[in-house]
């Protein structure tokens, strides 16, 4: 069994940074493409930022020049750091990953969510 585990979510100031962690445990044979993605109260779930296993990135534009992802593939892990925050960027935060088990097709995983809270 696969799972990603988010940490590094928390409550902080308008202007102020934070970095999210998220792990991928369990059989795993590859990571292909991982990502971040968030949703608001009231709002669909959106895309922030991804990056493939060739090291391609991806942001939303209301994240660009703020944010960047970034992976350790030795230890499955994606990273986001996250820089000049917004109160807008509040939502919860949730890590994605396409990962071979070994066993069947490529599958689609979800984390857990991370709260971020941008608010003085």
């Known amino acids: 069994q696969v799972q990603l585990v988010e940490s590094g979510g928390g409550l902080v100031q308008p202007g102020g940074s934070l970095r999210l962690s998220c792990a991928a445990s369990?059989?795993?044979?590859?990571?292909?493409?991982m990502g971040w993605y968030r949703q608001a109260p009231g709002k669909q779930r959106e895309l922030v930022a991804h990056i493939t296993s060739g090291g391609y990135l991806n942001y939303a534009d209301s994240v660009k020049g703020r944010f960047t992802i970034s992976r350790d593939n030795a230890e499955n892990t994606v990273y986001l750091q996250m820089n000049s925050l917004k109160p807008e960027d509040t939502a919860v935060y949730y890590c994605?990953?396409?990962?071979?088990?070994?066993?069947?097709?490529?599958?689609?995983?979800w984390g857990q969510g991370t709260q971020v809270t941008v608010s003085s």
């Open positions: 369990g059989s795993i044979l590859n990571i292909n493409a």
């Open positions: 994605n990953a396409d990962i071979d088990t070994g066993w069947g097709p490529i599958n689609n995983y």
